[in-house]
């Protein structure tokens, strides 16, 4: 049954004094019931509170479904974990932009049509010149994605579905590309071209770690966790980030602007910055011995330190992406052959959080970002590139919201409501009066 047009539409009364509303109740396909309370001004002079919208849904969407409570992340009904086993990342891409996974020919017609978006702009070479070398490689992906939109005048007419899809096709093909650009510009070495002879993972570590002086063949068990990291952060519901792109899309603003938004989100150290937090954490830390010290820190109200990568804002249980990301870690690490110390700090964290009954109380199960900033530095990349590799897995989940967005004939512009606490009302006093 529709959400909305369902017959069998329930409602819910709202009684303040001897008042009484109601407000219908929705249904979606999972998950909690719905209310409606878009009518709730209008029709009682009220509004909620709810800061941060932990309780406040904003849109209806079929992309996909996360429930905390017993982990699980669904990608348009398919379970993560048998994605990233089974799947590829562009597989990913397509099932989120259309909603169904692709048959083997228009799997082929999806990665030509990426394949032949990889290049950006010659110009836009030049365009990095103008950041200091020492600059973040987020800022420089917030300037450069959103300098797109100035190269790329034929994909921002909105209101043109073909134009839509091109500038979602150019978004997926060119993130990868910008993201190696930041990358190999803060190191001080020359732009490598997209190879488009090879598939999505493998020809964004040869731009990152190519040089023209010398051959480069990615190690397919490094591209194969570069591909099934790609996956696992590729969408996740309503988060900071996306809602950012959901807001900025509902003023009409064109898509590249509205992906730079969520990218200067997605910066932010309590969302896409979270995994470099965590390994700082664990470097913290340093060694298993010094562990039973962290933990009572980590118990004591009055101390600072908190533990990273541990507990979700909406995962009550073991993310189901860490347990990918764990078995992905290890993989890479024993692939590049290095024993870091900060893996049996993980280990041994890990055991005790779930296994210690101040841990399992509170429900701090072990987050994806846990292992992911262990397993990218085995990979080669340095800490401040890490939310980087973020924005480019999470292009393709902030561009099928976009999409569905503008396509939603009952999405309104973005306009949030507040209880002010602020002066009331009062006279201008001209400055020689003022005391």
Known sequence: MDAKTGSNTKTGTLTVGDQ???????????????????????????????????????????????????GVLLYRGYPIEQIAEGGDFLDTCYLLLYGELPTSEQKLDFVKRVTNHTMVHEQMSRFFQGFRRDAHPMAIMVGS??????????????????????????????????AAMAFKYSIGQPFMY????????????????????????????????????????????????????????????????????????????AHGGANEAALKMLAEIGSVDRIPEYIKRSKDKNDSFRLMGF????????????????????????????NDPLLDVAMELERIALSDDYFIEKKLYPNVDFYSGITLRAMGFPTDMFTVLFAVARTVGWIAQWKEMIEDPAQKIGRPRQLYSGATRRDYVAEGKRK
């Not at 309503?238 to 590249?256: C, M, Y």
């Not at 009550?316 to 690490?333: F, G, N, S, W």
Request: proline letters at 6%.
């Open 145 to 178: 994605v959103g300098a797109l939109s100035a190269f790329y005048h034929d994909s921002t007419d909105i209101s043109d579905p073909t134009q839509r899809m091109i500038a979602s096709i150019r978004m997926i093909a060119k993130m990868p590309t910008l």
């Open 20 to 70: 009484n509303w109601s407000f219908p109740i929705y249904q979606g396909t999972v998950g909690p019931d719905v209310i409606d309370i878009s009518k709730l001004y209008a029709q009682t002079g009220m509004f909620t509170y709810d800061p941060g919208f932990t309780s406040t849904g904003s849109c209806e969407s079929k992309i996909t479904y996360i429930d905390g409570d017993e």
């Open 311 to 338: 507990g979700h804002r909406v995962y009550k249980h073991y993310d189901p992406r860490a347990k990918i990301m764990q078995q992905t870690c290890h993989e890479v690490l024993k692939e590049v052959g290095i």
């Open 194 to 269: 997209p190879q488009n002879d090879l598939d999505y993972a493998t020809n964004f570590l040869q731009m990152c770690f190519a040089v023209p002086c010398e051959p480069y063949k990615a190690n397919p068990i490094l591209s194969k966790a570069m591909d099934r990291i790609f996956i696992l952060h590729a969408d996740h519901e309503q988060n900071a980030s996306t809602s950012t792109v959901r807001l900025a899309g509902s003023s009409g603003a064109n898509p590249f602007a509205c992906i730079a938004a969520g990218i200067a989100s997605l910066w932010g150290p």
